[in-house]
């Protein structure tokens, strides 16, 4: 059984700017909630790009997990999808896209994934870390960029 979850921001910078802070493997450790102990171990030598791999360890619920993921899609500045190879779901692909607004960008995020124990598993814990963690990256994700606009990074 597969689950989504969808959320958009609209962030007052422009799409390059926005897309080059996503195509930072380095930057998820800023807008992921600290109580996940999230750690980027290994990204490609070069820039992302189809194909690339990236390592993760992060703690869910305290148990440690290693995650890997590969690029599956990258059409810079519009659109990238990372699909986990190895890690806490039995899948979950991540599709990123970025819209021109007004000046600003239209961050959207769309998740398919799975759970061991599926839809038990996903209304009693899932969903809600996956809310929780979202959340926080909105905030994160704001407060990161505003500080490169203020010249504080």
Known sequence: ?????????LV?????????????????????????NFRV???????????????????VRGIPFSWRSLISRWEPPFVFVDEQL????????????????????????????????????NSLFVRHDLKKIFDYREESLRTALESVERGQV
């Not at 059984?1 to 921001?9: G, T």
């Not at 007052?12 to 909630?33: C, K, Q």
């Open 41 to 59: 171990l290994e990204t490609p030598a070069g820039p992302l790009r189809e194909l690339s791999e990236i390592s993760y360890r992060l703690r």
């Open 86 to 121: 190895e890690g806490p779901y039995q899948s979950w692909i991540h599709r990123h896209t970025f819209e021109v607004q007004n000046g600003s960008t239209l961050v959207r995020d769309r998740v398919d994934y799975s759970v061991p124990g599926g839809a038990i598993v």
């Open 12 to 36: 007052r910078r422009g799409i390059e700017e926005v897309f080059a802070f996503f195509s930072d493997p380095t930057n998820l450790e800023a807008i992921t909630p600290p109580w996940l």
């Open 1 to 9: 059984m597969s689950f989504r979850l969808e959320r958009q921001q």
